[in-house]
């Protein structure tokens, strides 16, 4: 085998500009590890095109459009072993930058991470914009507070003035927005998979800015910001009219909703012989559900139920 040689892959442990992230695809056909090769090659390039603007926006301070100098390049590891789980990393193109220094790569990372986790929140509810950005602000500014590496950060990427980050949530305010309007696009590639190959995308599993992507999500970052996911609840449903229990369809009525609600169910149970939902429909009876509501101007979409209990 001919080894080909890559200066760029020889310096990129040295190159990072932020620690090695991961993208796991759970459920549906991820869980039998395997994934549609087309949305996984999309969902890659996506990942890639997000994490490089964002390494962009945390080192710079400014929103990546057109054919801007790029300074970062994104690759992607192999995946582990049975799991459909990748390491993407973002690596300088040149070696201008500090990047030897855990502390720096360390501070850019944490930054990095709420930026995503920012961005993800607006793309799925525009209406909450101003909260997002506000709590975005709060946890840098609370971290800056013990840890002067990412204080001196924020400072020369965002704020650009010594004022102790005063100017921060009014950068943040003026910026975070129309990063996430220019990543969007990236955001539907993201999801690709999803609903189909696999039911969740989890970024930076297991820490503590873990970022999950479900499907009421996924379908609200493919249908544009007139389109909003409202937080897990639950509602008491009058009747189910239909279910699948192959593809999880449903149509149910709703107590607070007129009319019938298309619906789609992730609950396991729903495959088990005898379950809530085929017992509610067999019965005509009424049960509880735990739901997450997609809306598009106001109007309910469609219902993602995860749980069900009897009445």
């Not at 007139?226 to 009747?239: A, G, I, N, P």
Request: aromatic share 10%.
């Amino acid at each position: 085998m001919i080894k080909i040689e890559s200066p760029v892959l020889d310096q990129l442990e040295e190159n990072l500009i932020v620690s090695p992230m991961s993208i796991t695809y759970e459920g549906n056909d991820a869980d039998r590890h395997i994934i549609n090769a087309q949305a996984l090659g999309e969902s890659i390039i996506g990942a890639s095109k997000l994490y490089s603007s964002v390494a962009h926006y945390c080192s710079f301070g400014f929103i990546p459009r057109g054919k801007y100098k790029k300074e970062f390049f994104c690759f992607a590891g192999v995946p582990r072993e049975g799991s459909y789980e990748y390491f993407l990393y973002i690596a300088a193109i040149a070696q201008e930058y500090n990047l030897h220094n855990e502390a720096y790569k360390a501070s850019i990372s944490y930054i990095f991470s709420k930026v995503i986790g920012a961005v993800k929140n607006i793309w799925i509810k525009r209406s909450e914009t101003e909260k997002v950005v506000e709590n975005l602000t709060e946890a840098l500014r609370e971290q800056a507070q013990i840890d002067s590496n990412i204080q001196s950060q924020l400072i020369n990427s965002l704020t650009k003035a010594n004022d102790n980050l005063a100017s921060l949530h009014s950068k943040l305010i003026n910026t975070i927005p129309k990063l996430a309007d220019a990543t969007r696009p990236y955001g539907k590639q993201l999801v690709a998979p999803i609903g189909n190959s696999c039911r969740i995308i989890k970024q930076f599993e297991n820490e503590e800015f873990e970022v999950v992507i479900d499907e009421p999500e996924a379908e609200a970052i493919r249908n544009g910001y007139e389109t909003e996911v409202e937080d897990m609840k639950s509602y008491q449903c009058r009747r189910i009219t239909e279910v699948n229990i192959v593809t999880g369809h449903c149509i149910m009525q709703i107590n607070g909703f007129n009319g019938l609600v298309p619906g789609k169910i992730s609950d396991p149970a729903i495959s088990q012989p005898n379950n809530v939902y085929t017992r509610a429909l067999n019965n005509n009876s009424s049960f509880e559900i735990f739901a997450k509501i997609v809306k598009r101007d106001g109007a309910i979409v469609r219902l993602f139920v995860s749980d069900a209990r009897d009445n």
